[in-house]
């Protein structure tokens, strides 16, 4: 699976809206874009994913680039709940026959400030 | 609800004594799979399996074991614990058609002294 660039770490305040970067720009055509969170003590929680257009979903919207080399996690009224480590990871499509496994990087921890 | 539960979600063991980490999923997902999280390593894939009797090796399987007798169970064997394997372990269930979201487990930590 090709290779994401995040920042280490961000912060926020509470109820505004957080940007989270993730570069990917040796991604193929068919790797979708997945981001995942994992807040303190608990398992990865999926959060959203795409190929090509943007996505909304109830958690966080996904921007992609037309160019597909960077895409951003949009929370868009940050809660201290949302305080925890996001991964963007990319999988490809193809790869759906054989073994659905996430490789997961260093991520991006949130702070978010009350 | 829909959920994957671990049992137990702490276990401190010995050297050399046999123990089962239980996974179990509620969706009807075909895949499942065991992950271990370490400090610095990120989380690494222990072992899949694609559906009832198909279990496959991930990227550390090295003193596992696993099985898939039932579509809802994936247990983890560790056959003689060591050390080294003292970590956060999670379970994940997904569903092959579609989508792409995993459900992943609480986790169990699991010390081995």
């Known amino acids: 699976d090709a290779k994401t660039t995040q920042p280490n770490s961000m912060e926020s305040n509470e109820e505004e809206p957080v940007h989270l970067p993730c570069n990917h720009s040796t991604i193929s055509g068919t790797d979708y874009i997945h981001w995942y969170r994992q807040l303190p003590s608990q398992g990865p929680e999926y959060v959203i994913h795409g190929l090509t257009s943007n996505v909304n979903n109830r958690m966080a919207s996904l921007a992609i680039a037309e160019d597909r080399k960077s895409s951003t996690l949009i929370l868009h009224r940050a809660t201290l709940r949302d305080a925890a480590v996001y991964y963007c990871i990319l999988r490809d499509v193809d790869s759906g026959g054989s073994n659905y496994k996430l490789t997961f990087g260093k991520g991006t921890l949130l702070t978010v400030n009350p | 609800e829909a959920q994957v539960t671990q049992n137990p979600r702490y276990l401190i063991t010995v050297t050399g004594k046999k123990l089962t980490v239980t996974c179990s999923q509620n969706m009807n997902h075909e895949y499942m799979s065991w992950y271990r999280q370490d400090p610095g390593l990120g989380l690494r894939q222990i072992y899949y399996s694609m559906n009832v009797e198909v279990t496959d090796k991930g990227d550390v399987p090295e003193g596992y074991k696993v099985s898939r007798k039932e579509k809802r169970n994936f247990p983890l064997i560790l056959e003689s614990p060591s050390p080294n394997q003292t970590s956060l372990y999670f379970c994940?269930?997904?569903?092959?058609?579609?989508?792409?979201?995993?459900?992943f487990g609480p986790g169990t930590r699991l010390t081995v002294l």
């Open positions: 994940a269930s997904r569903r092959l058609a579609g989508g792409g979201e995993q459900f």
